[in-house]
């Protein structure tokens, strides 16, 4: 069965500090991608992945940095917390190629910046 | 620029009642159109998905949605409710082309009352 994992599950920071939030995934899909979720948003895409070595910015890409060392992991890097970063973080992999391919999620890590 | 609409934010139902979640789209052609469904403290699940063909789709655990041009909207039902539906309805889209790039709407909090 296809799995994300995230790492942690939740994570206290304070403004200022470097946050390192950590994805893997066991599916072998090419695709990965980092959305927060805030009440009224939804789910807005961060950053996004085509493979081991590759980053893309997407909507919301402004305070962070993200990192694809492999094929199963992609990481999201805040370098300088704030409090507006302060939200519920989902990583998810996906199909290469395929528009209307499932997107298989994580269960998500809980950020609060003090 | 895409976006998705989901008008009614809490939505309270009795169980063996039918259901309606609504969901309107912005988008210059048709999209691929998903449903996605996320229970407590877990990831997002996909119910089911449009991309081609019969407008009305079926998912898991009898959801089906209806695609439909005319009114951009592609509308979540299901026939009879169970309380274990309690959870939270995501409507998305992506552009064909676009890999798995989702713009999702605001979701929409369905509980179910015995």
């Known amino acids: 069965e296809a799995a994300v994992t995230q790492s942690p599950r939740n994570k206290v920071a304070v403004t200022g500090g470097k946050v390192t939030l950590s994805c893997n995934q066991t599916?072998?899909?090419?695709?990965m991608y980092w959305y927060r979720q805030d009440t009224g948003h939804g789910l807005r895409l961060i950053h996004y992945?085509?493979?081991?070595?590759?980053?893309e910015k997407g909507d919301i890409p402004d305070g962070y940095k993200a990192s694809r060392p492999s094929q199963e992991n992609f990481s999201l890097i805040l370098e300088l917390a704030t409090p507006s970063q302060t939200s519920v973080y989902f990583c998810?992999?996906?199909?290469?190629?395929?528009?209307?391919?499932?997107?298989?999620f994580g269960s998500g890590t809980r950020l609060t910046v003090l | 620029a895409q976006s998705v609409t989901q008008p009614d934010a809490r939505v309270t139902v009795s169980e063996g009642a039918s259901l309606q979640l609504r969901c309107k789209y912005s988008?210059?052609?048709?999209?691929?159109l998903f449903w996605y469904v996320q229970y407590p403290r877990q990831g997002l699940q996909l119910l089911l998905k449009?991309?081609?063909?019969?407008?009305v789709v079926q998912g898991v655990n009898s959801f089906e949605a209806e695609f439909s041009k005319s009114n951009s909207s592609f509308h979540l039902q299901k026939a009879s409710v169970h309380w274990s539906d309690s959870a939270v309805y995501f409507c998305?889209?992506?552009?064909?082309?676009?890999?798995?790039?989702?713009?999702f709407g605001a979701g929409t909090r369905l509980a179910v009352c015995p």
């Open positions: 998810a992999s996906g199909d290469v190629g395929a528009s209307a391919e499932t997107l298989y």
């Open positions: 599916n072998n899909h090419n695709n």
């Open positions: 988008y210059s052609a048709t999209p691929y």
């Open positions: 998305a889209l992506s552009r064909p082309g676009s890999f798995n790039k989702l713009t």
């Open positions: 449009y991309y081609s063909g019969d407008p």
């Open positions: 992945s085509y493979g081991a070595g590759s980053t």
